[in-house]
């Protein structure tokens, strides 16, 4: 699939972030992007049924924007295409678990990490 620039920026809310919170979730999406090499808008959307771990710069993004925007799980769900917050601390901890086994993986969310 094929998405124009901003093609989802009318559904991606702009200001889901914790008070107090320096980072927005469209940084830490951008980050990631980066430095996965991916368009940003389609780490918002939802993987089809059955192809869970299939983006892992998507969990990647979720796990930062817990970890560097302040975000809680209800609001990173609501902003990735409306995931329920169990499937987002799924994500999270299946992508942290894969970092710890992965070192090219770990490094990549360090460098993300490190233009946040």
Same mark, same amino acid.
């Given at each position: ?28 999406? =951008?980050? *990631? ?6 368009? +940003?808008?389609?780490?918002?959307? /939802?993987?089809?049924? @059955? &192809? !869970? ?23 990173? =769900?609501? *902003? ?6 169990? +499937?987002?601390?799924?994500?999270? /901890?299946?992508?942290? @678990? &894969? !970092? ?17």
């Amino acid at each position: 699939m094929i998405l124009k620039r901003g093609a989802l920026s009318a559904e991606v809310p702009q200001q889901e972030r914790a008070p107090g919170s320096a980072l927005d979730h469209s940084e830490v999406v =951008g980050a *990631v992007a980066s430095i996965f090499g991916v368009v +940003a808008n389609t780490l918002y959307l /939802r993987a089809s049924l @059955g &192809r !869970a771990g299939a983006n892992p710069a998507r969990a990647v993004a979720m796990w930062l924007c817990q970890e560097c925007a302040g975000m809680t799980q209800p609001e990173i =769900g609501r *902003v990735f295409g409306g995931g329920h917050y169990s +499937a987002v601390s799924q994500a999270v /901890r299946r992508i942290k @678990g &894969r !970092a710890l086994s992965a070192p090219a993986l770990s490094e990549r969310v360090e460098a993300a990490r490190g233009l946040l």
